[in-house]
């Protein structure tokens, strides 16, 4: 999931535990239930998180709160979730599947390659720990591809005549 090469989006609700849980972290943009339960029990059963879930855990909640998680397998809300910065945000039962389809459809009619470009660049940050310097290397790199797009064209034409934008993915 983490290496998908688009924008990904999930909504949680219930249980978030196991491989549901993996492929949770893994995913860009996560909107839970405020009565998810999200955790990592596996210690009870003599088993332990997989699914790269370690190093996902450490990377959002610190080594502390992952290896506290892990060793009394806790459950955390969905609420402390989003707080501790596990997942984007949270939402009512009722309305998480709703806001998340909202976010797709928007994110689905943006400019993808600028979408991809900074989906590219945090995934670096993550894997490869990239330093300031080398991150904005990055960037500039990144933007002056995007500059030669029709999707750039259009945003900054869009601004300039204060309207939205029409992107066409290109």
Known sequence: MASFPAPTFAAAQGA????????LIATDVVYVADTAKIGSPFAALGALLDSGGHALFADRLGPHKTLDLIYTGRLMTGEEAVASGLFSRVFPADRVQEAASTAVRATAAGATAALLASKTIVGRLRDERMLLWETMAREAHAQAQLAQTADYREGFAAFQQKRPPVFRGH
Not at 16 to 23: H, I, M, N, P
């Open 16 to 23: 978030c535990l196991g491989v549901g849980l993996g492929l």
